[in-house]
């Protein structure tokens, strides 16, 4: 009896899990079994949906059947005729000014709708959590990563310092593999990756692999250049007016 009753509540547990995003489902214990109820819980939001929709509804319907009744009462003592059509006509469009007006039409939509497609594609075996939660956990993630960004690009300012112009060194003074020349610079530069050709008003150099480097207590980013002197194609291009050689990086 016992055993019933857990199994039960851990399957009630795993159709509530269900409506988490995907990319949670991986994090509950194994024993809720999200997976498998996942269809059902598509289901029982659509049930969900209905009941407060058919109430709703209802409740909608005679409140507009009343005033299709009040405009036809009054229009009867002014023109001697009972225009039945005015009842009709607001009873009729009741199911789209519920649906489209009111916010239990809203959240009935809501509730069916997204009822529907879980249990369709966890039927298929392409389960997906509630959408508005999705969505809530996409804004709360991309949040998350902002402030990341912003704390670690923050953090290595401090250590590099301030911004300072960049000084082109030997690989000797730098302590790199032989190469022509080494640009130093204070800050990471956007697109100058391994294999980018630097197209400088002399000639075209290649990046080797980017070095950081704690330089007189700050730090650098060090961006070996050999000439591009092959017959390989130029896939990836910057333009540079290269600084004068120094001997030393800083």
Known sequence: MLRAISSA????????AALLPYRWWRQVPAAI?????????GIATILAGAAIGIPGFLDHAHGNASLGLDAAIKDMYRTEVYRGDLVM???????????LVTPKGWLTLYLTITGAVRAAAAWFDDPVGDPALGLLDRWLLAGRDRARAKFERRTRELKEGPD????????MSAGLPPCDV???AA???PGWDRGTVVVTPETAYRIGDP????IAGRLRTLYPLTEH??????????????PSKRDRPE
Do not use: C, N, Q, W
């Open 9 to 16: 509540f851990g399957f009630l547990t795993a159709m509530l």
């Open 33 to 41: 079994p999200v997976g498998r109820a996942a269809f059902l819980s």
């Open 89 to 99: 006509g607001f009873s009729g469009l009741s199911v789209f000014t519920f649906l």
């Open 164 to 171: 300072v112009p960049d000084r082109a060194v030997t690989a």
């Open 182 to 184: 080494v640009i130093v």
């Open 187 to 189: 800050r990471r530069k």
């Open 211 to 214: 070095v950081e480097k704690t």
């Open 229 to 242: 002197a092959d017959l390989e194609a130029i896939r990836r291009s910057v333009h540079y007016d290269l």
